[in-house]
């Protein structure tokens, strides 16, 4: 029972990652495109699932462009 949990826990994980992964990219395109808020959603929820610091840089790069500076240095710490 403790094998067949430890497997549905790395197949979750894996589900985790990959959706954050889509997110990332649609963040991506979202602000190679100039569409920032829309970018900064889509950064958000790969943060929400994968928790991955990186992500809060581009976060801050998103509400500076938004002009929120308040929102840019609380994610840049």
């Known amino acids: ?3 067949a949990t430890a497997l549905l826990a ?3 994980a894996r589900a985790d990652e990959s959706e954050a ?3 990332f990219q649609a963040g991506v395109l979202y602000y190679e495109k ?3 808020a829309k ?3 889509q950064f958000e929820e790969a943060y929400r699932v994968a928790q ?3 992500l809060l840089y581009n976060m801050a790069q ?3 462009k ?3 500076d308040g929102k840019t240095i609380e994610h840049l710490r």
């Open 66 to 68: 938004l002009g929120d």
């Open 39 to 41: 970018a900064l959603e």
């Open 52 to 54: 991955k610091p990186a």
């Open 34 to 36: 100039g569409q920032y």
């Open 21 to 23: 992964k889509i997110q």
């Open 62 to 64: 998103c509400t500076d």
């Open 1 to 3: 029972m403790a094998v």
């Open 10 to 12: 790395a197949v979750e």
